[in-house]
């Protein structure tokens, strides 16, 4: 079982060392992702759905009707 105050210098310790390495790597990231956002990996990078040329949307899903008992 670990110790509280090895959890709380863990916590001290690595808190600064993640907030300096997501600074620096955004600045090398950002640029990385928008490049590869407009190749095969756009899928992965983006929230908006791939979409095959002269392809229709797909349909609404149907509503589905629940009756009580």
């Given at each position: 079982?670990?110790?509280?105050?090895?959890?709380?210098a863990?916590?001290v310790?690595?808190?600064?060392?993640?907030?300096?390495?997501?600074?620096?790597?955004r600045?090398w990231?950002?640029?990385?992702?928008?490049?590869?956002?407009?190749?095969?990996?756009?899928?992965?990078?983006?929230a908006?759905?791939?979409?095959?040329?002269?392809?229709e949307?797909?349909?609404?899903?149907?509503?589905?009707?629940?009756?009580a008992?």
């Open positions: 079982m670990p110790y509280p105050h090895d959890v709380l863990s916590a310790l690595a808190l600064p060392v993640a907030y300096l390495t997501s600074l620096a790597l600045r990231a950002t640029p990385l992702v928008a490049s590869l956002s407009s190749g095969a990996l756009r899928p992965v990078l983006t908006e759905p791939a979409t095959v040329s002269g392809a949307p797909a349909a609404e899903p149907a509503a589905v009707i629940q009756t008992g």
